[in-house]
């Protein structure tokens, strides 16, 4: 019981930290900020659903995948990396906003649920780094009763995301759109420098795997 309350504990703290629902909440501000109250739980729920799913079939199927298609983690750290890196540099560049202004004008349901798909469900909350911390996870589980309980675990955290991006809005409502501005661009800055971190470690371990001569 010991050994179970630790690898849960454990796998939490991971998720929550991978996921990071206090700092992804302003990018998911940022992109439906000007929604309604339904637009907005409806992307989050998707956004979330998206995230789950993903997981959830990586938790399960992850190496299978990988293998079938010859796809190495490092490739998948490095194409994670440089989506990643062209969000934050729209957003830390103020190209977001224009894409929001699109949005509104077009009044779509179905775009707004699109940026649930991408970029919001993937990468942002289920890219490589989540991925790889899922596979590691299950990788070090003992049987699939524990693959189990750490994607039970993932839900936690999924609904915890889910939580803070509804209330978004509201936290908006009570500040000035100069901080919500500052506080979008400070995201973005570091949405890219997670994009370079990411590529840095797809690279490395490019490298290290890289065959002596």
């Not at 993903?54 to 194409?79: C, D, R, W």
């Not at 978004?168 to 370079?196: E, F, N, Q, R």
């Amino acid at each position: 019981m010991q050994s179970l309350t630790l690898l849960l504990t454990t796998v939490f703290l991971g998720f929550f930290a991978m996921l990071n629902p206090i700092g992804s909440t302003p990018v998911f501000l940022s992109l439906v900020g000007d929604a309604d109250e339904y637009i907005i739980k409806k992307v989050a729920f998707k956004a979330v659903l998206v995230a789950f799913i993903i997981i959830a079939i990586f938790s399960l199927f992850g190496h299978l995948i990988f293998k079938m298609f010859g796809i190495t983690l490092p490739a998948f750290q490095i194409a994670g990396g440089i989506i990643v890196f062209f969000i934050g540099y729209d957003m830390l560049t103020g190209r977001k906003a224009k894409a929001q202004q699109q949005i509104k004008k077009k009044l779509s349901l179905e775009s707004y649920e699109d940026m649930a798909i991408s970029p919001l469900g993937i990468p942002l909350l289920s890219g490589p780094g989540t991925i790889s911390t899922a596979m590691n996870f299950v990788g070090e589980a003992n049987s699939f009763l524990y693959t189990l309980f750490i994607i039970l675990v993932f839900a936690v955290v999924c609904a915890i995301t889910y939580w803070m991006f509804i209330l978004s809005k509201k936290i908006a409502d009570k500040l000035s759109p100069s901080l919500i501005l500052v506080v979008s661009k400070i995201m973005g800055l570091i949405l890219t420098v997670l994009a370079v971190q990411m590529l840095i470690n797809g690279i490395f371990k490019v490298i290290q795997e890289f065959p002596k001569v």
